[in-house]
Nanobody, 124 residues
Framework: QLQLVQSGGGLVQPGGSLRLSCAAS????????IAWFRQAPGKEREGVSC????????KYADSAKGRFTISRDNAKNTVYLQMDSLKPEDTAVYYC?????????????????WGRGTQVTVSS
């Protein structure tokens, strides 16, 4: 069974940092593009960042540029999202997702396997 197991969310003060992890179970992530999405209450799910299978290509939403860093460790079958300088508007449930065929894109349409989500709350 293909599963993505997420960890690393929580409550952090504005300006703080969190690192989210997304580990694959039942398959290897080596050949796939991986993305992080987020969904705030009452809003659409939006793409935050993605990384190609080789790690050579990364993309970021404008809201994440300069603050978030996506990376992958294929030996650990895990993808990470390092989030720095967090703002209250970053509060959302964060999801990782696998694109089984194709390049790194920030549209949810292209992603077939999803993690269950992890809550990130930025508040003082």
């Amino acid at each position: 069974q293909l599963q993505l197991v997420q960890s690393g969310g929580g409550l952090v003060q504005p300006g703080g940092s969190l690192r989210l992890s997304c580990a694959a179970s039942g398959f290897t992530l080596d050949y796939y593009s991986i993305a992080w999405f987020r969904q705030a209450p009452g809003k659409e799910r939006e793409g935050v960042s993605c990384i190609s299978s080789s790690g050579g290509t990364t993309k970021y939403a404008d809201s994440a540029k300069g603050r978030f860093t996506i990376s992958r460790d294929n030996a650990k079958n895990t993808v990470y999202l390092q989030m720095d300088s967090l703002k209250p508007e970053d509060t959302a449930v964060y999801y990782c997702a696998v694109r089984q065929i194709g390049a790194c894109l920030l549209s949810r349409t292209f992603y077939a396997v999803w993690g269950r989500g992890t809550q990130v709350t930025v508040s003082s």
